[in-house]
């Protein structure tokens, strides 16, 4: 009984304090916080620099300005997106597509080597693809309409064609003005004011030529021709694209180029736009796959074969005819070089 009574008595000491020593500690903690907020006690911390303020004012200028100078008369048709899926067809083998990357050549494998340029002219049956003017999603899918939207939007850049070694690079207002020409002021009668023209009242207004995308008849594009000694195999690669416009030179017509492109700069973007197929839908192919296998109907203009004055073939052969046979007499003989690397 006794031993009961003091388990009792020890348990009632111990509730009693332990209030106590809870307040104590709150006491303490409370007392540890007014020392901590007491002026000259606080800890100071640097404050983090404001972010710098980017004026995008300009930027946004630039880009509506060049967006306008390629929508006026019609030079880019601006993309009007479906509101409804435009197949029953799920998936989709261009959008996503990445083209391969070319083998490495190395200059101690360079055994032949010959830089051809060709023209490839929409007018020819095979070569009417490139003159697609269907519409999609992303725009218009005629070639040269992708060429100037990707150069409109800054992810290639155009250079002149004054020559094909890419020197002058251009801007997109450059070209506008070089396709539909700068625009003009002139007066004409003001027929609101001045409905039956009696009053002679004139107003001011600015014309600019309309785009026709029949007047480019072809591209020109520039080639390597490389035998590779390490795979014995001869290798083309595309080094640039040219739109060519028919031009009024020397009191006639000739084709001239417009702007050049890098070609592997565009390449990226090429295969993820689909070529049109004139014979089935279903397997249409990329752009990019369209160059790389050279589907297409082309001929020679200049080569870097017997030409020690580096001059095109209208230079020293003026009959047309004569010049196609000078383009398969230079095919002909690159073909014939391979050919001989082999024994039998």
Not at 280 to 305: C, P, Q
């Amino acid at each position: 009984m006794k031993r009961v009574i003091g388990y009792l008595a020890l348990f009632l000491s111990i509730s009693v304090l332990m209030p106590e020593v809870g307040f104590s500690q709150k006491k303490k903690a409370s007392a540890r916080k007014k020392n901590t907020n007491r002026k000259g006690n606080t800890p100071t911390v640097a404050e983090a620099p404001p972010a710098p303020v980017v004026d995008s004012t300009a930027i946004l200028a630039a880009q509506q300005q060049a967006m306008d100078s390629t929508t006026r008369a019609g030079l880019v048709p601006k993309a009007v997106k479906s509101m409804r899926p435009g197949t029953t067809v799920i998936g989709d083998l261009v959008a996503e597509k990445t083209p391969l990357a070319y083998d490495i050549l190395r200059i101690d494998d360079q055994v032949y080597k010959q830089v051809l340029i060709k023209d490839i002219m929409i007018y020819e049956k095979m070569n009417q693809f490139f003159h697609y003017e269907g519409e999609d999603d992303n725009g218009s899918q005629s070639f040269f309409f992708i060429l100037l939207q990707h150069i409109r939007d800054g992810d290639v850049t155009a250079f002149s064609a004054d020559n094909d070694r890419f020197t002058t690079p251009l801007t997109i207002s450059d070209i506008a003005k070089d396709i539909t020409g700068t625009a003009q002021t002139i007066e004409v009668p003001d027929m609101d004011q001045d409905p039956d023209g009696t009053k002679g009242i004139m107003k001011t207004v600015t014309i600019v030529e309309e785009f026709d995308l029949r007047s480019i008849v072809g591209f020109r594009i520039k080639q390597e021709v490389i035998f590779d000694r390490e795979t014995s195999t001869m290798q083309f690669r595309t080094l640039g694209i040219a739109p060519i416009k028919e031009k009024d030179f020397l009191g006639g017509k000739a084709v001239m180029p417009m702007f050049w492109v890098y070609y592997p700069d565009v390449r990226p973007f090429l295969a993820k736009h689909e070529a049109y197929n004139p014979k089935n839908m279903a397997m249409r192919t990329s752009w990019e796959d369209i160059f790389e296998s050279r589907y297409y109907s082309s001929v020679i203009v200049k080569s870097t074969l017997n030409n020690p004055r580096d001059v095109a073939l209208r230079a020293y052969i003026p009959d047309p005819i004569h010049r196609l046979l000078e383009g398969e007499n230079i095919k002909n003989t690159i073909f014939d070089w391979e050919q001989d690397q082999w024994s039998y």
